[in-house]
């Protein structure tokens, strides 16, 4: 065996990969953009709406400038937005071989953080309602992986896949209801290993990560002047607290390494503070 340094020890650095991360402007992709970037990576950031997007695009370039210098000299990345409803198919095909074109690269990482829950009563659910929402959370991740893997395959390239799940795909949430976002995680979590297995011999990994409550701007939003709700939800915690977006982004770079992760596929990595334990 090769104990040698490279071949022991993992590297998390993307020099010269394309990263697409879907849901663009939220909360978790500004900081999973950030850590992407600064190991080298290009982003391109997807959402629908392209003002918004294009901002986090210019923050996070900004960021790049003003950071990844003198102690954390690392190069900078080419960084894009782009605007698409990725429960639209062929709006996704047209945006992500776009998305190669405009960076002269074929993207080798996809995280698709894009969805959204709503709470409704199961027997009050609007029908249209549910059907939008399954067709972003489902179906749109779904899209996004056939248009990430096409031309993967179709050149013999390695990739990996993060599908941001939840924890509401193995458990149900209390006390709010969101039958419909429960189903749409755990179809996704079962996508994931579904691809995982039928892509492994393209060596194209995939994986979801699924959180537990984070405190985004749009969590902190639902919770503020609802003390109760936050004391209901960490209640149920075994660390009595909610996570940071930072906490996420290990796991991401591990899930993204080509050598952390070489034999990681078809996992759903849950990282919830404990919540499914009790």
Avoid at 179 to 198: D, F, P, T
Wanted: with cysteine; hydrophobic share 40%; charged share 20%.
């Amino acid at each position: 065996m090769d104990f040698s340094y490279d071949n022991v020890v993992p590297s998390f650095r993307l020099d010269g990969k394309l990263a697409i991360i879907t849901g663009g402007s939220g909360g978790l992709a500004s900081v999973i953009s950030r850590a992407l970037l600064a190991q080298g990576a290009d982003v391109a950031l997807i959402d629908v709406n392209l003002e918004r997007t294009t901002s986090a695009a210019k923050e996070l370039l900004k960021w790049g400038e003003d950071t990844l210098k003198g102690k954390h000299e690392s190069p900078i990345g080419k960084v894009s937005a782009w605007s698409c409803n990725i429960g639209d198919a062929e709006a996704v095909e047209v945006t992500f071989t776009s998305i190669n074109e405009h960076h002269e690269k074929i993207a080798s990482v996809l995280i698709n953080t894009a969805g959204y829950c709503e709470n409704f009563p199961a027997e009050e659910y609007p029908a249209s309602n549910a059907e939008n929402l399954m067709k972003v959370n489902g179906l749109g991740s779904f899209y996004v992986s056939q248009s990430f893997a096409r031309p993967l395959i179709q050149n013999n390239l390695k990739g990996s896949i993060i599908l941001i799940g939840s924890m509401s795909g193995t458990i149900v949430n209390d006390p709010q209801p969101q039958a419909m976002y429960n189903m749409s995680k755990a179809g996704v979590i079962h996508l994931a290993r579904s691809l995982a297995c039928e892509w492994a011999k393209y060596n194209i990994r995939v994986n979801t990560l699924s959180p537990g409550y984070i405190l985004t701007p749009l969590t902190r939003n639902v919770i503020s002047g609802h003390t109760e709700m936050k004391e209901a939800w960490e209640s149920k915690i075994p660390m009595k607290r909610m996570a940071e977006p930072k906490e996420f982004v290990g796991s991401i770079l591990f899930l993204a390494s080509e050598t952390a992760s070489s034999y990681t596929t078809g996992h759903n990595l849950v990282v919830d503070g404990g919540y499914e334990c009790w």
